[in-house]
């Protein structure tokens, strides 16, 4: 065994006091043992990362992590055989014998242990990590990964792959995020990241029961482990290190309607009449790969879609976005005068063999090539790519296959020793294997599909929607679950993949509604699918080519009439789910959420888990088995919540039989939710009054905010945000409004008060008498437009 060294960075070193022993305040400590060396620095005070590498330490680089981030300095002891290293937020003990690293909160519980035994073990080329696993430990988290809400017990593969039709337990799939939140029975929680972009694992207890370990097969021993006081604090914490989604274009939110298949200009313009023909709210129309000149992107078959400009502004006079397919595969046409091609050909823009020259591989185009996304200069060559389509008004795209697929291969992708070159600040110039880069192509492929239409178009927010990404994606791309299937246990499996999705960055995550592949989905499938997708953040109808059509007129009135109350219910919540988006670009906070993010405790109930939140204050508890009408157990996490539909009080356990159309939605006490008349599009102004429906009961505030849903005015101060909070006195209910901040001019210009479970007589405003009515179980009180600090007081019953 070797002698232990420490380095600490004179330049960055305050020394507090000197002699063996003493506290030191260092940005970073380093210690060798047995060949490895290994340093802990901190980015943040509640945020710790370890690297470690045989021999010297690996390149300090990061595709996922914010460059701008900081070493902070903490204080080390490290007399003893056990260094201890800590800050105002937490306490890190490293055994100089084993590397072991634990650390504690400041009030010394354990945040998270390595497990008893090797902590750490460097094999062929890769490492592997083990920590410890406390029994009333849950875990979340890694994407977009099939299985079941918690992890424990569960192995996972990080490796992109294209996995058409897969299974309710198939791993890998599209995604590589390693994050992994551990919440346990008091609601403790820990993050941890390992920032690694090689084929890498999480064994979360499946092999050793009370460990689980990570690793990878090459590249950095490089993870972050992030504490605070719970879940919040660790989602919020990742997305320090890895980014927030940007403010997403409100038309986002609305319904999309998308198929592979929509062969010609008539019948995607057909889809856009229909919709509103039947009066079902709508924002986007989806074109797939049938659009293009034989399935090469960034071209137009121009028979079967003469005038796709004329298309944009037709779909644009109903107020409908169109998005378009751009795949990253090149079609390899040499001398056939298709610039992709040519222009990137002539700059040598594409991976290469292991022998240096360009790779081709077949996919959707036959024969292609594939950009070498983590060159810059590939990336803006990219970007360029959608100058006519942006100059055509089109400013959603849809990054497929950027696994990246590749067909007639049995690894599904390219050869692990094809080479990328990596150009990129903070990483050292150098070729990279494809081994290497797999991980993130898809993630650099978003990177200059979302840069380069900014540039293209620097005031108009633009959409990107991705099949593989990797941590940090967020940034760039919304993401949806591939190539499910139409099942039951797909509609259920939605669930789990999407609240993982928004725990791991990805706040805008949604699945193919009434499945991709497969047996056409029944009616009432369809239908359940509509109902739970309406509640989830990206709601899109997509199939497969080949399948009957699935939009949401085809199963008849009956069908149609619950789906479309459903929609319309979609576009009535947007402020209060616009409002959670703009949450989400300031703190990482995801918009579809599990119960135990709010109610950390509720993580020991088992029953939750088919369940999920929108934002704080929604609820939805589907049937777990849709297909069965048995009756189900539905837990709230506490008393006073109301049914959504009905505004009636409901217990805190009570039993839900399964009706068609009926989604269960159950509103907290406390909150307050903002609503607006019916519109067909965000695209339309709403006529009437802005609805504010509050629900008396503790921690009642909440925060309005708008702006005009397309533009990046909102940054330079045309939103408007304002507080609205409530709380009951003496029986009397006050409903406070702030002071409004911003330009932005609201399209209300009166509000209408709803306040649930409430007959009261009547409510004044600075003293003066509103008019207030009973309707149902809620008293409704019409207010005037309130851009000042105001406060209502509404008597009681
Ligand atoms: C892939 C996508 C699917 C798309 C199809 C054709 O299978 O996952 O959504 O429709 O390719 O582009």
């Not at 991709?516 to 899109?540: C, H, M, Y």
Request: aromatic share 10%.
């Amino acid at each position: 065994m070797k002698t232990l060294l420490m380095t600490a960075c004179a330049a960055a070193a305050l020394l507090l006091a000197s002699g063996a022993g003493a506290a030191q305040m260092v940005d970073h400590y380093t210690l060798d043992h047995d060949g490895v060396r290994m340093e802990i620095t901190a980015p943040r005070g509640d945020i710790i990362r370890v690297r470690a590498g045989k021999g010297a330490l690996p390149e300090d680089a990061s595709w996922a992590v914010n460059a701008d981030i900081k070493r902070t300095l903490f204080e080390v002891s490290d007399a003893g055989p056990v260094a201890e290293i800590s800050n105002n937020k937490l306490t890190v003990r490293v055994d100089k014998a084993t590397l072991a690293v634990t650390v504690l909160d400041k009030a010394g519980h354990v945040v998270l242990a390595d497990a008893p035994g090797q902590a750490l073990g460097f094999e062929n080329g890769g490492f592997r990590v083990r920590k410890a696993m406390p029994e009333d430990e849950h875990y979340f988290g890694l994407g977009d990964k099939t299985g079941p809400l918690d992890r424990r017990g569960g192995a996972f593969t990080n490796w992109n792959s294209d996995t058409f039709g897969y299974g309710v337990a198939t791993d890998p799939i599209y995604k590589s995020i390693p994050f992994v939140l551990g919440v346990d029975e008091s609601g403790h929680s820990f993050g941890l990241f390992m920032d690694n972009t090689w084929r890498s694992f999480f064994d979360m207890g499946k092999s050793e029961r009370n460990a689980f370990v990570f690793g990878a097969e090459g590249g950095p021993v490089d993870y972050y482990i992030m504490t605070g006081d719970g879940p919040k604090d660790i989602v919020e914490d990742y997305a320090y290190l890895t980014g927030k989604a940007p403010l997403t274009p409100e038309w986002v939110l609305g319904f999309q309607q998308s198929h592979w298949g929509y062969l010609t200009q008539g019948e995607v313009k057909g889809i856009g009449d229909h919709l509103r023909a039947d009066k079902l709210p709508a924002d986007v129309v989806y074109m797939d790969i049938d659009y293009q000149d034989r399935d090469r992107p960034f071209t137009v078959d121009s028979k079967a879609f003469p005038d796709l400009a004329g298309l944009v502004s037709g779909l644009k006079a109903e107020n409908l976005h169109l998005v378009l397919i751009t795949d990253l595969h090149v079609a390899y046409a040499p001398n056939q005068g298709y610039a992709p091609y040519d222009s990137g050909a002539a700059q040598n823009l594409f991976v290469r063999k292991a022998d240096g020259s360009t790779f081709v591989g077949p996919v959707w185009p036959g024969d292609a090539v594939f950009p070498d996304f983590s060159r810059p200069k590939a990336r803006d060559w990219w970007g360029q790519q959608y100058k006519t389509f942006v100059g055509m008004g089109v400013y959603g795209f849809w990054n497929d296959m950027n696994e990246p697929s590749v067909f007639n291969t049995r690894s599904k992708t390219m050869p692990l020793d094809n080479l990328h070159r990596i150009e990129e600040p903070g990483f050292a110039p150098r070729d990279a294997t494809h081994a290497e880069m797999h991980n993130v192509f898809g993630m650099l492929n978003t990177r200059a599909t979302y840069e380069g239409v900014r540039k293209l178009a620097p005031d108009t927010r633009p959409f990107v929607l991705t099949r593989a990404t990797y941590a940090g994606g967020q940034r760039y791309a919304a993401t949806w679950t591939g190539d499910n299937t139409s099942s039951w246990a797909h509609l259920r499996l939605s669930t789990s993949q999407l609240v993982n999705l928004g725990l791991s960055g990805f706040a805008y995550a949604g699945d193919d509604i009434g499945g991709f592949a497969g047996e056409q989905p029944s009616a009432d499938l369809l239908t359940k699918w509509i109902e739970v997708g309406a509640f989830n953040p990206i709601f899109r109808d997509h199939y497969q080519k080949g399948k009957e059509p699935q939009e949401p007129w085809v199963s008849g009135p009956e069908h149609e009439n619950i789906r479309r109350h459903y929609i319309e219910e979609r576009y009535r919540l947007l402020p209060y789910i616009y409002s959670l988006a703009e949450e989400n670009s300031r703190t990482g906070l995801p918009i579809m959420r599990p119960v135990f993010l709010e109610y950390p405790k509720a993580v020991a109930n088992d029953g939750v888990a088919d369940q999920f939140m929108l934002g704080p204050n929604l609820l939805i508890a589907p049937a777990p088995n849709g297909e069965s009408p048995a009756a189900y157990d539905v837990t709230l996490p506490g008393e006073g919540w109301t049914d959504y539909w009905t505004g009636e009080k409901v217990k805190a356990a009570f039993r839900e039989t399964p009706k068609l159309e009926r989604l269960p939605v159950f509103v907290r006490p406390g909150a307050i939710l903002a609503k607006q008349p019916l519109v067909q599009s965000t695209m339309e102004t709403p006529k009437g009054a802005l609805e504010l429906h509050v629900y008396p009961g503790p921690d009642c505030t909440a925060q309005l905010y708008f702006d005009d849903g397309t533009s990046f005015a909102y940054t330079r101060g045309v939103f408007l945000r304002q507080t609205v909070s409530c709380r009951v006195e003496n029986g009397t209910l006050h409903v406070a409004l702030s002071d409004r901040e911003g330009s932005y001019k609201p399209w209300w210009t009166g509000i209408s008060l709803v306040v649930h479970g409430w007959s009261g007589k009547g409510a004044t405003l600075n003293g003066g008498a509103l008019k207030a009515d009973v309707a149902g179980n809620a008293l409704v009180v019409g207010l005037p437009d309130l851009a000042k600090a105001s406060d209502i007081v509404v008597a009681g019953q």
